[in-house]
C-alpha cells in the first residue's frame, strides 16, 4: 500500500493498473484519430411505412482502428463525451454529413440526414450558427439535417439546452428526441422542450410481436405524440410483423435491420437503386 498523504491509503490493484493504461492509450488514440482520418461515417435507412419510401438515414459513426479494426460507437463515444473530444468529433461528423447532402442534392437525392448529437456539445460544441454557416458553404437546406439528441439534455444547464435547441428549430433544422422511454424523463422533456420527432427506443420495438404491454407502450407513445403533432420513428424494426402492427398503430417511419444495417456510404448509395424496400 501507498501512502498518499493525510489518511487515504491506496492500494496497487494490477488488473486496474492495465485498465487504465488501456484507457489511456484509447485516449491518446482517440486524440490522433480526427487527424488520422480514421472516423467514418456510417448510414441507416429511415423508411416511411405509408409511402413504402426511403425517406433519409441516420449517420452513424464508427472508428477503424489502426490495431483494433472497426469499432462501435459505444467503445468511445462515452470516453470522447467525458472530455472536449467530443465537440471536435461532433464538428468533423458535421462536416462529413453536409458534405454528402451536397453530393446527394446534385446527384437529385432528397434523402434528409440525421445527425447525432450528445449532451455534451450542447450548447457551445455545437453552435446553431456552426451548424448554420455548414450548411450555407454547401448549399444545403435546414431542412434536410436533423439533429437527434437525447433527454440526456435535460442534465446540462436548462435554459441553455432550452435556447440552444429553439434556435436550431428557429433556423428550421428539424430535432429528434432520441432513445424515447429510456430515461426517467422522456414526458417531463416533451412537456419542456418542443421537438419535431421522436424516436421510439429499440428496447420497446422489439417485443411488440409477442409482449402485450410493449405493444401497448409504443400504441400510446404514438397516440401521444400524435395529439402533440410530432411523427414518430420506431427504431429497432427487424421482422414484419414490426412492420404490420406499427402500421396498425399509425406509425408513420421505421428504422431497423428489416430495412438494413447502418453501411458504408458505397453500400447505402447501392442499396437506394434497389428501394423500394418492402
Ligand atoms: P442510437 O442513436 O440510438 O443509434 C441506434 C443504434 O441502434 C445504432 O447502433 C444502430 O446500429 C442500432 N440499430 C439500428 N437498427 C437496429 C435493429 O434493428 N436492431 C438492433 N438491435 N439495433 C439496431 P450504433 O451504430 O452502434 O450506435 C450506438 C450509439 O452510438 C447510437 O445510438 C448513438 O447514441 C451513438 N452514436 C453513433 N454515432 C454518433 C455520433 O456521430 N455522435 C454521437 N454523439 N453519438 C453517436
Ligand atoms: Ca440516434
Ligand atoms: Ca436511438
Ligand atoms: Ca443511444
Not at 167 to 176: C, D, S, T
Not at 215 to 244: F, N, T, W, Y
Request: charged share 25%; proline share 5%; aromatic share 8%.
Amino acid at each position: 500500500a501507498k501512502e498518499l498523504g493525510g489518511n487515504s491509503v491506496q492500494f496497487f490493484d494490477p488488473l486496474l493498473a492495465i485498465a487504465i493504461e488501456q484507457r489511456r492509450k484509447l485516449e491518446n488514440d482517440l486524440r490522433n484519430a480526427i487527424r488520422e482520418d480514421e472516423f467514418v461515417l456510417y448510414y441507416q435507412p429511415i423508411v416511411d411505412l405509408v409511402a413504402g419510401d426511403l425517406v433519409g438515414a441516420e449517420a452513424l459513426i464508427r472508428w477503424r482502428h489502426p490495431e483494433r479494426g472497426l469499432v462501435p460507437p459505444d467503445d468511445f463515444i462515452p470516453l470522447a463525451e467525458e472530455s472536449e473530444l467530443i465537440n471536435e468529433i461532433g464538428l468533423w461528423a458535421l462536416d462529413v454529413a453536409v458534405k454528402r447532402l451536397a453530393l446527394w442534392r446534385e446527384a437529385g437525392n432528397r434523402l434528409y440526414l440525421s445527425l447525432n448529437v450528445s449532451a455534451r456539445q450542447i450548447p457551445d460544441g455545437l453552435p446553431p450558427k456552426v451548424i448554420l454557416d455548414a450548411t450555407r458553404r454547401h448549399g444545403i437546406e435546414p431542412g434536410t439535417l436533423a439533429l437527434e439528441i437525447t433527454e440526456g439534455v435535460l442534465l446540462a444547464d436548462l435554459g441553455d439546452a432550452a435556447r440552444w435547441l429553439s434556435e436550431i428549430r428557429a433556423l428550421g433544422f428539424p430535432v429528434y428526441l432520441d432513445d424515447f422511454g429510456t430515461g426517467y424523463s422522456s414526458l417531463s422533456y416533451l412537456k419542456r422542450f418542443a421537438v419535431d420527432r421522436l424516436k421510439v427506443d429499440k428496447s420497446f420495438v422489439r417485443d411488440i410481436a409477442h409482449n402485450i404491454s410493449d405493444r401497448a407502450l409504443v400504441e400510446a407513445v404514438v397516440a401521444m405524440a400524435k395529439s402533440l403533432g410530432i411523427e414518430v420513428v420506431a427504431e429497432g424494426v427487424e421482422d414484419p410483423e414490426h412492420i404490420q402492427l406499427l402500421r396498425g398503430m399509425g406509425c408513420r417511419y421505421a428504422q431497423g435491420y428489416y430495412f438494413s444495417r447502418p453501411l458504408p456510404v458505397e453500400d447505402f448509395c447501392a442499396m437506394c437503386e434497389r428501394i423500394p424496400l418492402m
